[in-house]
């Protein structure tokens, strides 16, 4: 019964191709988001969704695209993968509120390497 | 511009002593914090939090401290066991800020020896 999964756990692919990674969450959160975790370890947002919409989109290229069909799914598409693609990307989830309910849960990652 | 920064990259203990791992953070928006832990191949879970309306914090074997004049925290684990020996990441976000971002430092590797 993971609380946040994401699928897949690797991933390699040539450059130019187009790929989704999948996020679901059963923790019955409001928030959901994608971070990534470049090569130097630094966890950078991606974008963040509450109740489908979206909230933060930091710099990030027009090639990759959230899209949330749900609360509790979030999927990564991304489009013309180029080599500096190559990171862990990390799906999490948080419920509004209080201080105590902000801590955000991980998925496991997805290592993603583009040759 | 990292606002969160972990200035040691790595710190080895041995088991039974005091492990202390220090943050400092830029953005004076930031009002809370919170520390996690991360093993290989696996993603970041929850450690431990504290608000800025608070100096300490402690759960178990785990304190946290606060310094907002110094915009500096601390998490203390003790005493420290073999299992601790994970990535520790510092992380803050900001209520005002409204959209629960977290910004993250670069991580400690702690290493507990037996």
């Known amino acids: 019964d993971t609380a946040v999964s994401q699928t897949p756990k690797y991933l390699v692919t040539q450059m130019g191709n187009d790929k989704s990674i999948k996020c679901e969450q059963n923790?019955?959160?409001?928030?959901m988001y994608w971070y990534k975790q470049d090569s130097k370890k630094f966890l950078k947002i991606m974008f963040s969704?509450?109740?489908?919409?979206?909230?933060i989109n930091e710099t990030v290229p027009n090639r990759f695209s959230p899209k949330s069909p749900d609360k509790a799914h979030l999927n990564l598409h991304i489009n013309s993968l180029e080599l500096g693609d190559s990171a862990v990307y990390f799906c999490?989830?948080?419920?509004?509120?209080?201080?105590?309910?902000?801590?955000?849960?991980f998925g496991q990652g997805t290592r993603l390497t583009v040759v | 511009d990292q606002q969160v920064k972990q200035n040691s990259p790595s710190l080895s203990v041995q088991e039974g002593r005091i492990s202390i791992l220090n943050c400092d953070y830029t953005?004076?928006?930031?009002?809370?914090f919170l520390w996690y832990k991360k093993y290989p191949a696996e993603g970041p879970t929850f450690l431990i939090s504290?608000?800025?309306?608070?100096d300490k914090n402690e759960d178990g074997r785990f304190t946290v401290f606060l310094n907002k004049s110094a915009k500096h925290l601390s998490l203390h684990i003790v005493p420290s066991q073999p299992g601790d020996s994970a990535v520790y990441f510092c992380?803050?976000?900001?209520?005002?800020?409204?959209?629960?971002?977290?910004?993250f430092g670069a991580g400690t590797t702690v290493t507990v020896r037996a």
């Open positions: 504290i608000s800025s309306i608070k």
């Open positions: 953005n004076s928006m930031f009002d809370y």
């Open positions: 999490a989830s948080s419920q509004e509120g209080n201080y105590m309910n902000t801590e955000a849960f």
């Open positions: 923790l019955g959160h409001d928030t």
């Open positions: 969704y509450n109740n489908k919409e979206l909230i």
């Open positions: 992380a803050a976000g900001s209520f005002r800020s409204n959209d629960y971002k977290l910004s």
